[in-house]
């Protein structure tokens, strides 16, 4: 299985690729992890790194290019190496870059993940749980996944990252739409049902990579979403 851990800076990606596997390792499963993010050395340790063939602060100062403009060159680049970049596991973890235009925007990003993709392939879509909070706030964070796993055609669950520090109550989050009465509360109720119509995006877990909460959860998405007995509501 391949899994593309997506989402925006900071969210926690590269901490929970390295608890994660270090839990699938612990579990007995086959895990490898690759570095897809040019612009940081993994903390993880990596099997793969794409930093070995590209490295964003160097293709900064060979374009002129700022930080944005020098990871989305990164990304081109790094379509030359896609096959020096794959690797057999039962589990093979991808980190990938916070920019999100990398995946929402731009080819370089989708045709790097078709190149890897097989026919188990698919996304967690990370969001720090300090910031989805409200209710308007997580239906954003649920829609976004939704756009990630239709451009990059794989299927995409969100995970609530760091756990430890809040803990978002989605019923809670959920129960509050009706009673909402800005301008826009009848988007925010439209787009609730929306989300509960599709099933992917709608099941969300929610993890720590500093003590591991959340982690079993992700562990039966994973393979649920592979299963046709699984029930991903
Ligand atoms: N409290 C808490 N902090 C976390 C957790 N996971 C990550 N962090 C912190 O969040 C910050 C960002 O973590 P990273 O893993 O680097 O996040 P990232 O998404 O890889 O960041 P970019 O690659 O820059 O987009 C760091 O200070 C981490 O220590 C967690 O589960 N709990
Ligand atoms: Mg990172």
Redesign the pocket.
Known sequence: MKIFVI??????????VKSFSEYLGEGGEDVRCVNL?PA?DP?FKADKDVRSFVKTDEIMKKYGLGINGGLLKSMDEVLFYVKDLDVSGDYVIY?T??QMEIFIYSSSGRRIIEKLSDKTTAGLF?MDSTLVTDSESFLSAVMQNVIVSLRLSIPTATVL?????ADVDVEKVMEEIPSKNSVLAELLEKTSYFIEYTTLSQRVVK????DETGFDDVYSLLNEMFCACGDLS
């Open positions: 989402g925006p800076a900071g969210c926690g990606k590269s901490s929970f993010d940081t903390v980190d870059p916070g990370l990252t760091k756990n430890d520090v993890v720590s990579s500093f």
